[in-house]
């Protein structure tokens, strides 16, 4: 069998009520050289027996289990490191993609030689019904555009390693996907699918639901991660905060 192309990334911690829904996703992919590694973050729910269900019958999807909960970064990261593929993805274990996810988001990579893809997704309720938002990307991201909001889903992202090399989130609870972009955009802009190729789940009392709660984790990001004066960092903050309110109105 050649190597995988695309290696999915998909932390797993209690999600027994939509893992499947997020495995049949990319079971339906219309681009079919990928591998899925699951990584288990000590779960308390059925979500491990589900998975190796779907393991019997695809060699492609893999577990891990990690021996005591450690967040959603080292998840992640102990992924990427397993990853046999050229390609990074990442979908949480309660997000859907569109059955031409992937076809469409390499085949943009390869043809324009991109290093670093998002795209546009939907939002969905806790229940799995689509809603009328739709985040649409920036054609194109730069780092110091980055710094003001994280601009780029999780579910949406793919890097290429054979030009960047294996790069891993900071070890922090929250917003290390959005330490992840900041470090990619350091090397290379990012660049902007304007399709809707992914589902968000917002999931009832979840932190990302309640935006000013991520305000704290954004304020450890620029200080202690990106290494940002205190000047700049309440910058950035100021302007998260007003965005968030003009969102609100």
Not at 98 to 104: R, S
Request: proline letters at 2%; charged letters at 25%; aromatic letters at 12%.
């Amino acid at each position: 069998m050649k190597p995988y192309s695309v290696s999915i990334i998909t932390p797993l911690y209690n999600s027994e009520n939509f893992i499947s829904k997020t495995i049949e996703s990319v079971l339906a992919q219309s681009y079919e050289n990928w591998e899925m590694l699951i990584i288990d973050d000590c779960s308390n729910d059925n979500g491990v027996k589900i998975v190796k269900k779907y393991q019997e019958n695809n060699d492609n999807i893999k577990l891990v289990q990690l021996s005591k909960n450690s967040g959603a970064a080292v998840a992640r990261n102990e992924g990427i490191k397993l990853a046999k593929g050229r390609y990074i993805a990442f979908l949480d274990s309660d997000d859907l993609w569109h059955p031409e996810k992937l076809k469409k988001q390499i085949s943009f990579m390869k043809k324009s030689d991109h290093a670093f893809t998002y795209t546009n997704y939907q939002k969905m309720s806790n229940s799995g019904n689509l809603t009328d938002v739709i985040v649409k990307s920036p054609p194109r991201l730069n780092y110091k555009k980055a710094l003001h909001t994280n601009y780029i889903g999780c579910l949406t992202a793919i890097y290429d390693t054979e030009k960047l090399g294996k790069l891993y989130m900071p070890k922090i609870r929250k917003r290390q996907d959005y330490g992840l972009w900041l470090k990619i955009l350091k090397k290379v802009d990012g660049h902007g699918l304007n399709e809707n190729l992914a589902y968000y789940r917002v999931r009832d009392n979840s932190v990302s639901a309640n935006k000013f709660k991520l305000i704290k984790y954004n304020w450890r990001l620029y200080r202690d991660i990106e290494n940002l004066s205190m000047l700049k960092s309440s910058y950035y903050i100021f302007y998260t905060i007003m965005i968030k309110l003009l969102k609100l109105k």
